[in-house]
């Protein structure tokens, strides 16, 4: 079991210092309790997003976000196939290890809430920052998300 890391899609050179700046921007690997396919990947806004892979002899395979009964940071946000035409190192998809199916069901989170801090929004609106709430939610942070997820989809079998 492999990790993929991609490095330097997007450019931070604007959001100031943090925890961002010697992050990646999208990671991928198999869970090793559940041998589920998850990514990592920084949104627009700077915030993490996170996501498991399901299979199509997966009760939750094709099925809407609201239709899986799951406890993650801000819930459920995404359910879709892989993102097609769009570059691997930021796509929502994989690159499959060996007897792992390609064909899988991304279910994802992320943390860009109202209190999760969002660099590029706090670098262009510095106020938002300000909220004494707001905290980033690091690239550990969302590994233990997803680790989470992947356990309770496989539970769900």
Not at 1 to 13: G, L, T
Not at 16 to 44: F, H, M, N, Y
Not at 94 to 107: A, I, K, R
Not at 120 to 134: D, H, N, R, S, V
Request: charged share 20%.
């Amino acid at each position: 079991m492999s990790e993929r890391v991609y490095d330097n899609v997007i450019d931070k050179s604007t959001w100031g210092s943090g925890p961002w700046q010697s992050e990646p921007d999208k990671v991928q690997w198999t869970d090793p309790e559940t041998e589920l396919p998850c990514l990592a990947i920084r949104g627009p806004a700077g915030s993490w997003c996170g996501y498991v892979g399901v299979s199509n002899n997966h009760p939750a395979f094709e099925k809407d976000y609201d239709d899986v009964d799951v406890g993650v940071h801000g819930g459920l946000t995404y359910a879709d196939h892989c993102q097609t035409g769009q570059p691997e190192n930021h796509a929502i998809c994989h690159v499959p290890e060996p007897g792992q199916p390609d064909n899988v069901w991304w279910l994802g989170f992320d943390c860009a809430h109202v209190f999760d801090l969002m660099p590029a929004f706090t670098a262009m609106l510095p106020t938002i920052g300000e909220l004494p709430q707001a905290k980033y939610r690091t690239l550990d942070y969302v590994r233990k998300e997803v680790a989470s997820l992947a356990h309770q989809l496989a539970m769900l079998k």
